[in-house]
């Protein structure tokens, strides 16, 4: 008799909640219990049956932002058998119409927040605004449907999230059902989630970390779920008083625009008990729990899901923490593990190339199940039974790990390799900076040049940063940025991740703000040129 225990799907934990009369959605003004949510999850799905014509991928492309109705769409593919596909809002022209052609999409639902987006495209699929009375009718006329009789399971497909699109063309990741809840279920129970708690949500709904680290531990628990309709660095707070928020999510850089957000004495004085996301620095982790009276929880995860790294007590300053089992860093060419990373006594690392490797997970594929259309890129990730990240990292003797930059991030500086992060958690520890992007610009003498683009958090002049650089004993001459590019922000995906191609593309001239240069070889730095900001 196997004791192994059930798998979880979404269907089953949302009709879990259909007599919950707590609340289950707020927005604005707005609430509805989590009976009200599953009663308008029924309704959305039986509209979605109506639209979605018979015989084709039954896939609804949502353009939306954190909306209520976006919610209810969730919820009644989940009953339904439905597949959202979630459509990046900062997706533009015929990019975004390849992904609801690669995506299989048979309509397109948006608002008018985004209606522009779609106009002039060469779309072959419907497209209806939510707000539309069109789309009122279809609601009144299915009000209070009854819950479909869909053959629902755990490997059952249940959104396309495609990817961030840093390193290439966005990829749709196919989520099924048990990988939403299977990690809600697993979050809920780790942070001690239950109906007592509230849920702020600001992390864009088409991608991943809002849906597995805040919706689906909130329906795993039966916590409520607060939307913000965006996220906002100073409406964070007031919005974490006004809900009652006792749990948020965050994927990138929210933690440091929170941070930037003028310090008043009272910020303490909030329900907020626990924050959980990913890619956040160690300083604004330290930093934002101690302003604001609340545990921050970082963790390594892709959209994939398919190779986790655990932050833990006792991990060593720059750290991602300690990869779970099966995950290692490989070298891609061998396919073996990397040689133990060595340093000196100032930290720096001293054998950069035999330690850098790929985070993988050498037991398979993990959660992730595929690309949607993509065979060549799932192709790419799976590689002798096993799942390539695509993000480089190197391993102490210990076990830690700790991350390189994504394989688009080497750097070749004077026939010496370098990655990119490490640069980047050295001009972090500057106080005056709040962000910082490293990358690489072609040397006309060959190889590359190190370029930093920082965003200040506060004062910092050219005549600051040679003696700031020469006192961070662990950072190689080598890796010294030639080029220095005060911005006021940094081109970014809707989850605030840093689109380094675009800043590679621009180079070092006619750019706007101010550049600062040194020479190759030498360590003062002066300003090349202003360009209009």
Known sequence: MSTEAPRPHVREQLLARADDDHDGLLFAEQRWSWREVVVASATRSAILSELLPPGAPPHVGVLLDNVPEFAFLLGGAALGGQVVVGLNSTRRGEALARDIARADVQV???????????????????VIDVESEQWADLVAAHDHAAVPDAVVGPESLFMLIFTSGTSGDPKAVRVTHEKVAYPGQFLSERFGLGPDDVAYLSMPMFHSNAVMAGWGPALAAGTTVALARRFSASGFLPDVRRFGATYANYVGKPLAYVMATPE????????????????????????FGRRFGCTVVDSYSSTENAVIVQRLPGMPPGSLGRPVDGVAVLDPETMQPTADAVFDGAGRLLNVDEATGELVNTLGAGAFAGYYNDTDAEAERMRGGMYWSGDLAYRDAEGWVYFAGRTADWLRVDGENLAAAPIERVLLRNPAVSEAAVYAVPDPQGGDRVVAALRLAGSLDVDDLEPFLAGQADLSPKAWPTYVRIVDDLPRTATNKVLKRELTLLGIDDVAGVTWEREPRGTAYAVRATAPR
């Open 108 to 126: 397109v639902l948006t608002e008018s927040a985004h209606a522009d987006l779609l106009a002039g495209l060469d779309l072959p699929v419907p």
């Open 264 to 287: 008043s004495d009272d910020d303490a004085d909030n329900p907020l008990r626990l924050v959980f996301g990913n890619e956040a620095n160690e300083g604004d982790i330290e930093a």
